[in-house]
């Protein structure tokens, strides 16, 4: 059975992420937490959360999960969404935020689009890889999206799925045990709990 921890550090969406993870693994063990020996203790580790950067990475440090998600960064099949994906780069631009620098990259608010900010509702996401995590779902599937930062990451083998809105900008990242995204699996109905269900098998 399973151990998926869902760190808590104070942000949005925790509940829906949860119910969304319980109902493809029902068998699963799912702990909302933010003690570090419980995320320690986990198989795979989600970090979800929605809002502002410099909150977000004040709240992990301040929760104590930090470390241990560090941790699992390195070595456990890890999930991040919206803000679980910012905040692997190195710098945010919102509030000038240093991030947990993970990869190499920045995180920039959108400026050159004609289109209402925050990008707010479904969108076509365009497959890069063949990664696992894609196991199931069609190249253009739609997802939900609510954000008005994206990761410019440095290296560009690192992007998994590209999105466009105004203009085209990394939407999932990829590498080893990592998979990131910025859209809302738990809100995107069948195309987010198969990458869910993806994510609970998967086998790095």
Same mark, same amino acid.
């Given at each position: 059975?399973?151990?998926?921890?869902?760190?808590?550090?104070?942000?949005?969406?925790?509940?829906?992420?949860?119910?969304?993870?319980?109902?493809? !693994?029902?068998?699963?063990?799912?702990?909302?937490?933010?003690? !570090?020996?419980?995320?320690?203790?986990?198989?795979?580790?989600?970090? @979800?959360?929605? &809002?502002?950067?410099?909150?977000?990475?004040?709240?992990?440090?301040?929760?104590?999960?930090?470390?241990?998600?560090?941790?699992?960064?390195?070595?456990?099949?890890? +999930?991040?969404?919206?803000? &679980?994906?910012?905040? +692997?780069?190195?710098?945010?631009?919102?509030?000038?935020? =240093?991030?947990? &620098?993970?990869?190499?990259?920045?995180? =920039? /608010?959108?400026?050159?689009?004609?289109?209402?900010?925050?990008?707010?509702?479904?969108?076509?996401?365009?497959?890069?890889?063949?990664? =696992?995590?894609?196991?199931?779902?069609?190249?253009?599937? /739609?997802?939900?999206?609510?954000?008005?930062?994206? @990761?410019?990451?440095?290296?560009?083998?690192?992007?998994?799925? /590209?999105?466009?809105?105004?203009?085209?900008?990394?939407?999932?990242?990829?590498?080893?045990?990592?998979?990131?995204?910025?859209?809302?699996?738990?809100?995107?109905?069948?195309?987010?709990?198969?990458?869910?269900?993806?994510?609970?098998?998967?086998? @790095?």
């Amino acid at each position: 059975m399973a151990r998926i921890a869902v760190v808590d550090y104070g942000m949005g969406n925790l509940r829906s992420v949860s119910k969304a993870l319980e109902h493809v !693994a029902p068998r699963a063990t799912i702990a909302v937490t933010a003690d !570090a020996q419980v995320i320690r203790a986990a198989e795979r580790v989600v970090v @979800p959360g929605q &809002g502002a950067l410099p909150e977000c990475m004040r709240n992990l440090a301040a929760s104590g999960a930090r470390d241990a998600v560090l941790e699992a960064l390195s070595a456990k099949p890890y +999930l991040g969404i919206c803000l &679980g994906l910012q905040m +692997l780069f190195e710098h945010g631009e919102e509030g000038d935020t =240093p991030a947990l &620098g993970v990869f190499a990259g920045r995180v =920039p /608010r959108f400026a050159s689009t004609p289109l209402k900010i925050p990008h707010m509702g479904w969108n076509e996401v365009l497959q890069e890889s063949a990664h =696992p995590l894609w196991a199931g779902i069609s190249d253009r599937s /739609r997802f939900y999206f609510v954000h008005s930062y994206y @990761p410019a990451p440095a290296d560009r083998t690192l992007s998994a799925a /590209r999105c466009v809105y105004g203009v085209p900008f990394t939407c999932a990242v990829a590498r080893d045990n990592i998979f990131a995204v910025q859209f809302h699996p738990e809100k995107s109905q069948s195309a987010g709990l198969q990458l869910l269900s993806n994510f609970v098998r998967w086998r @790095p």
